[in-house]
């Protein structure tokens, strides 16, 4: 069942889990991660970025694959198809005319106003539609973190459905030691009262993850970790099959590999048998 991110991330905020956000790149990423999650009875954010939109041939496009492979896997957990990262008003307009039932507004590279008017435009256009919308605030790229007053701020200004802030995140693998600021994670739960979401949480160690839900993180994004995890297995299988032209073969030797690593992660973020 496609739904809205909403009602999710409220009980897994109460409760104290998080849901997972995975990030799609083909078909293959849609199946395998909708039938680990069901296995689970695990809800599930699928994730996707203007890449991946582009990789299928469209917004629609991925809508049409989500929504018949819910029904023809006999997938009953909720699922949300959510918009990663867009950069513009259009862009959710789209995924949203096209299905989409969560949007993400990024307007961190932009100077905080335009952000809130920007962030405004989309949840007006959203709420219109019962699709849910994420925001970010401070720079995922490294660069300082969120500051503490501007995230007040801005949700009481934009009254966003759940903000992604910087506190040293960042996307794919970390160089060095991993510094994340738990204080001021918590210290921006306690202000805002919107659910947060930690970006770039792929192979973060089990306390950081925990300690993140504690500090009030309610969306864990991932895909770092089932790209990384799907190519040791591929070239493995590829190493001792090199006569396999099979595409069909080689993409999906990397299918259990996806999906140990979604079971993996369903159960540390705590999302497993909240289906209801
Ligand atoms: P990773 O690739 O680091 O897991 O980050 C995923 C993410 O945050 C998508 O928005």
């Given amino acids: 069942m496609l739904v809205n991110a909403n009602e999710l991330l409220r009980k897994a905020s109460k409760e104290g889990y998080a849901i997972p956000a995975y990030n799609i790149n083909n078909m293959e990423w849609i199946k395998y991660i909708l039938e680990a999650c069901q296995a689970d009875k695990s809800p ?32 009953t957990v909720p699922v949300v198809l959510h918009l990663d990262h867009a950069h513009n008003f259009n862009e959710c307009k789209m995924a949203i005319d096209s299905g989409f039932t969560s949007v993400m507004f990024d307007g961190s590279s932009l100077d905080f106003e335009t952000n809130v008017k920007i962030t405004n435009e989309v949840i007006e256009y959203a709420k219109a539609h019962n699709v849910s ?33 910087s506190i040293g995140n960042r996307h794919g693998f970390y160089r060095g ?71 069909r073969l080689i993409i999906s030797s990397g299918e259990e590999a996806i999906k140990n690593r979604v079971r993996y992660n369903n159960n540390l973020f705590g999302s497993k048998n909240h289906e209801n």
Avoid at 54 to 59: D, I, L, N, V
Avoid at 133 to 151: F, I, N, P, R, Y
Avoid at 183 to 208: M, Q, R, T
């Fill in 44 to 75: 599930v954010i699928l994730a996707v970025t203007l890449g991946t939109i582009k990789y299928f041939g469209g917004y629609k496009v991925v809508f049409n694959v989500v929504n018949s492979l819910i029904k023809s896997l006999n997938i």
């Fill in 177 to 247: 030691e991993v510094k994340l600021d738990f204080d001021l994670l918590g210290a921006i739960c306690k202000a805002v009262k919107v659910p947060l979401v930690l970006h770039g949480a792929s192979f973060l160690d089990e306390n950081k993850i925990k300690t993140a839900i504690f500090c009030g993180v309610a969306k864990i994004n991932i895909n770092t970790d089932l790209q990384y995890s799907w190519s040791l297995k591929v070239k493995e299988y590829l190493k001792t099959n090199p006569d396999v032209y099979d595409p």
């Fill in 133 to 165: 919308v994420e925001a970010e605030l401070g720079s995922l790229a490294g660069e300082g973190h969120t500051d503490l007053q501007e995230a007040q701020w801005f949700v009481s200004q934009t009254n966003v459905d759940f903000l992604a802030p």
